[in-house]
C-alpha cells in the first residue's frame, strides 16, 4: 500500500511503504516521512500497528521487539512552526495489543530525527556540526539537535559510548528548551511539590514527560534492584499501578488506565554529590535503562528544592546532575535560575548516540486493516480521491454507529468543558447504542485538538466538544492551522456560561471600583491569570484592562485547571474563568467573586453583580460549548447526532447537572451554531483590533 503523494494511486496490493529502522538512544523502531504514511489519523494508526506487529506479545510479525522501548515510531516532516526545521510526532505503539498512543513524547527516538531528516533532505548539512531545531507535535515544545556531518554528510561512527547500548557511535547533543510544563502546563500540575497519594509522598512534576516521583524506601524497596526483581514483585508494580492512577487525576490528565503517562519513578540516593539513583517504568515494567525524557525529568526534581528527589546546593548556574539507571548513568546539563521556591531550570541538554540499522520498503500485513478495504481488487484501481469519496460516503449506507466514539475535549480533565463533555457523552451513549469516550487534548489554546479533529476522517466517530476559545477567539487573535467555519460541521450548541472576575481571598481590594482606583493609581499592581492567549479569561481581563483604562500583569498558562491553580494558591491575584469553572471554588471560600462579566447577575451568586453594575461598561464575555464534526461529514450522520444531542439536552438530570456548575442550557440546530460561529468571529476580531491584542 504506497501512500507517498509520489507514488500515486494507492496500491493495495502490495501494502508496501517506504521506511528507515533505527536504534535511537536506547530505543529502537521505523521512522517514517508523514508523506509516507496515510493522511488520515485512523488510517495511519492501522499502518503503525501493521508495522510494528503490535498484535502479539512477540511482535513476530512486524519490526518491534516484543518490549516498549523496541515499539516506537518517530513521524517527521517539515515544521509548520516559526523557527523550526523539522516537526517531530512520536508514536508508542501496543505491546500485544492494537493500540497508538501520540500523547507522550520520546527523548531517545528524538536522537534520530536530526540524522533522518538531513538524510530524507529536509534540512541542509554544513561541514562539521549541523544544528537542527525540531519541534515535538505531541509536547509542543522545541528542541535544538546537533550532529556531527563532517563533509557535509551525516556519520554515524564516532567514539561516543551510552549505557545500556554496545559500542560507540557519533555523539548526539539534545538541549531542550522549553519542555517544562509542556503538557499540564506547569512544572508541578498539583501545585505542590510534595503530595500525600495513596499514603506515599510524592512530587507530581511535568518536565519534557509527565511523571509521579516517589522515594524508593517507601515503597518498600531500595531502588537499587534490577528490573527484573522489580518486575517480579507484584505488591509493589501494584502500589506503583495505584500511585499513577492517583496522580494521573491529580494532574488533570484523567483517567490514565489506558495511557503510558505519568510514567511512575522510584529514586533513592546517588553514589554522588549531584547525583540521583532511578528506577524508571514504563509504566508498567521498569526500564532496563532509562527514557531521556525521564532522565531530564528526574534531573529538574534533583535541582529543584522541596521534591522528594531535591538534592543538595540548588544554586543558579550551569550543573550536570548524573541519572543513574540499571544500565550506567545518563548525565544531564541543567541550567538554573533564581532559588529556593523562585528557582526554575531554565534548559537541559544530554548526549545520545544513533544508527542506522536499514532503509527499505516495510511490508504491511493485511490483517490490520478494515475488511472495508480487504479483498476487493477493484479498489487497487481507484485513484485517492474517489477513494475518499466512497469511503466518506459509505456511512449513509451503513448502520451509524457501528463502532466507538470519541470526543475530543481541547481542555484538561477535571475542568467544566471536561466535566459537561463527560454527563453529555454517558447519555449519547444510550441514545446511540454505541461506547462514547473522552479523549482531552490540551494545549495551544485548544489548537491542537482542533487541528486534530479537523484532520480526522468525516465519518462521525471523531467529535469535538469545541467552545468560544476553539472557535471564535483563538483563531480571531491569530493565524491557526484550522478554520473554524471552514474545517468543521456544527452539530449543535449545549449552552452558555458567564465569566466571572474572581480574586484570591486574601488580596487587598473591597470590590471592583477599589481594585480601578488602586490599578490607575499603581499601574501593574497586580496580576492575572488566563488559560492561555486567545481563551476567554484572557479577552475577558483585556476588555477589562480596556474599559477601565487600567494595566495589570498578564500570566497564561496552558489551560484553565493551571491557572485556577496558581490563583488558588496566590501566585496570581485574578482571573476571569467561566462561571461553571470557579462556582466550586467560590462556594466553598477559595475563591472571592467580585463581578459577573455579562449581562445579568447568575442564579447560583445572586449577590455577586455584573461589572456594568460595578461602574464597568462594555465587558460581556459570555462563554458557549457546542460540538462539531470535521467538515464533509454526511448530512445523515450529522442529522443523528443533531437529534442525539437535543434529547440529551431535554433530560432533566443532565440540565440539574449542567445548571448545577452555572451553566445555562441552551440547544440549538447545526445551521443556527454556525451563524453563532460566524457571529461571534466577527466579534471578537473586532475587539482585537480594538486592544490591539496579539498572541505574544
Not at 320 to 344: Q, Y
Not at 662 to 672: D, K
Request: include cysteine.
Amino acid at each position: 500500500m504506497r501512500f507517498s503523494e509520489r507514488g500515486g494511486a494507492i496500491d493495495l496490493v502490495s501494502r508496501t511503504i517506504p521506511c528507515v529502522l533505527m536504534r535511537a538512544g536506547t530505543s529502537r523502531g521505523p521512522f517514517f516521512l508523514r508523506e509516507w504514511l496515510p493522511p488520515d489519523d485512523a488510517e495511519r494508526d492501522e499502518v503503525l500497528i501493521g508495522a510494528i506487529g503490535a498484535s502479539d506479545l512477540l511482535q513476530l510479525d512486524g519490526v518491534g521487539g516484543g518490549s516498549t522501548l523496541t515499539s516506537k515510531v518517530a513521524i517527521v516532516s517539515r515544521s509548520r512552526e516559526p523557527g523550526c526545521d523539522v516537526d517531530y510526532l512520536f508514536a508508542q505503539v501496543g505491546v500485544g495489543q492494537r493500540s497508538v498512543d501520540t500523547r507522550p513524547n520520546c527523548g531517545n527516538m528524538l536522537s534520530g530525527v536530526a540524522p533522518f531528516a538531513i538524510e530524507q533532505g529536509l534540512v541542509g548539512a554544513r561541514d562539521g556540526m549541523t544544528s537542527v531545531r525540531v519541534f515535538n507535535v505531541n509536547t509542543r515544545s522545541r528542541i535544538d539537535v546537533t550532529v556531527q556531518t563532517p563533509g557535509a554528510r551525516v556519520t554515524y561512527a564516532g567514539s561516543t559510548r551510552i549505557d545500556g547500548v554496545a559500542g560507540t557511535a557519533a555523539p548526539i547533543r539534545l538541549a531542550f528548551l522549553d519542555a517544562w510544563g509542556s503538557v499540564t502546563g506547569q512544572v508541578f500540575p498539583t501545585g505542590q511539590r510534595i503530595d500525600l497519594i495513596e499514603g506515599v509522598a510524592a512530587t507530581c512534576i511535568d518536565a519534557a514527560m509527565p511523571l509521579v516521583i516517589a522515594r524508593a524506601r517507601d515503597l518498600g524497596v531500595t531502588g537499587r534492584e534490577s528490573p527484573e526483581e522489580l518486575d517480579s514483585n507484584a505488591d509493589v508494580l501494584e502500589r506503583i499501578d495505584r500511585l499513577r492512577r492517583a496522580a494521573g487525576r491529580l494532574m488533570g490528565l484523567g483517567d490514565v488506565a489506558a495511557s503510558v503517562v505519568p510514567k511512575p519513578v522510584l529514586v533513592s540516593d546517588g553514589d554522588e554529590a549531584d547525583s540521583v539513583t532511578s528506577r524508571y517504568f514504563t509504566p508498567r515494567r521498569c526500564h532496563a535503562s532509562h527514557a531521556v525524557t525521564g532522565a531530564i525529568g528526574v534531573a529538574t526534581a534533583f535541582a529543584l528544592p522541596g521534591t522528594v528527589a531535591s538534592g543538595a546546593g540548588a544554586a543558579p548556574g550551569i550543573r550536570t546532575i548524573a541519572v543513574l539507571h540499571p544500565a550506567g548513568r545518563i548525565e544531564v546539563e541543567i541550567e538554573m535560575e533564581g532559588t529556593g521556591d523562585a528557582a526554575r531550570v531554565q534548559r537541559a541538554a544530554l548526549v545520545r548516540t544513533a544508527r542506522k540499522i536499514m532503509q527499505g520498503e516495510l511490508h504491511l500485513p493485511d490483517y490490520v486493516f478494515p475488511r472495508s478495504i480487504q479483498g476487493d481488487p477493484m479498489k487497487s484501481l481507484i485513484a485517492p480521491v474517489l477513494a475518499a469519496s466512497l469511503a466518506v460516503a459509505a456511512p449513509q449506507a451503513l448502520a451509524y454507529p457501528d463502532k466507538l466514539i470519541t470526543i475530543i475535549v481541547p481542555t484538561a480533565a477535571g475542568g467544566g468543558n471536561d466535566a459537561m463533555a463527560r454527563v453529555i457523552g454517558q447519555k449519547m451513549n444510550t441514545l446511540l447504542g454505541q461506547s462514547i469516550i473522552v479523549d482531552n487534548r490540551p494545549g495551544a489554546n485548544g489548537s491542537i485538538a482542533s487541528e486534530y479533529v479537523a484532520r480526522a476522517r468525516p465519518d462521525g466517530y471523531t467529535l469535538m466538544f469545541g467552545y468560544i476559545a476553539t472557535h471564535a477567539m483563538n483563531p480571531a487573535l491569530q493565524k491557526l492551522r484550522y478554520d473554524p467555519l471552514k474545517d468543521f460541521e456544527p452539530i449543535g450548541l449545549v449552552g452558555y456560561s458567564p465569566t466571572l472576575m474572581v480574586a484570591h481571598p486574601k488580596t487587598p481590594v473591597k470590590d471592583v471600583k477599589d481594585l480601578v482606583a488602586q490599578l490607575k493609581a499603581k499601574p501593574d499592581k497586580y496580576s492575572y491569570a488566563s488559560a492561555g492567549n486567545g481563551t476567554a479569561p484572557h479577552f475577558a481581563a483585556e476588555l477589562f484592562k480596556l474599559s477601565t483604562g487600567t494595566s495589570m500583569v498578564h500570566v497564561p498558562y496552558k489551560g484553565s485547571s493551571p491557572a485556577v491553580t496558581d490563583t488558588l494558591g496566590g501566585q496570581t491575584q485574578f482571573m476571569f474563568p467561566s462561571l461553571f469553572t470557579a462556582a466550586p471554588f467560590v462556594k466553598s471560600g477559595k475563591l472571592r467573586a467580585l463581578a459577573v462579566a455579562g449581562p445579568k447577575r447568575s442564579a447560583l451568586l445572586p449577590d455577586v453583580p455584573t461589572l456594568k453594575e460595578a461602574g464597568v461598561d462594555g465587558v460581556d464575555v459570555t462563554q458557549w460549548y457546542a460540538f462539531f464534526a470535521p467538515a464533509k461529514t454526511p448530512t445523515a450522520i450529522i442529522d443523528r447526532l443533531s437529534k442525539a444531542l437535543h434529547q440529551v439536552l431535554a433530560d432533566k438530570e443532565v440540565v440539574k447537572k449542567i445548571e448545577g456548575h452555572g451553566a445555562e442550557v441552551a440547544s440549538g440546530s447545526p445551521e443556527q451554531l454556525r451563524g453563532l460561529v460566524e457571529a461571534e468571529l466577527g466579534k471578537w476580531k473586532a475587539v482585537v483590533q480594538k486592544a490591539k491584542l496579539t498572541a505574544d
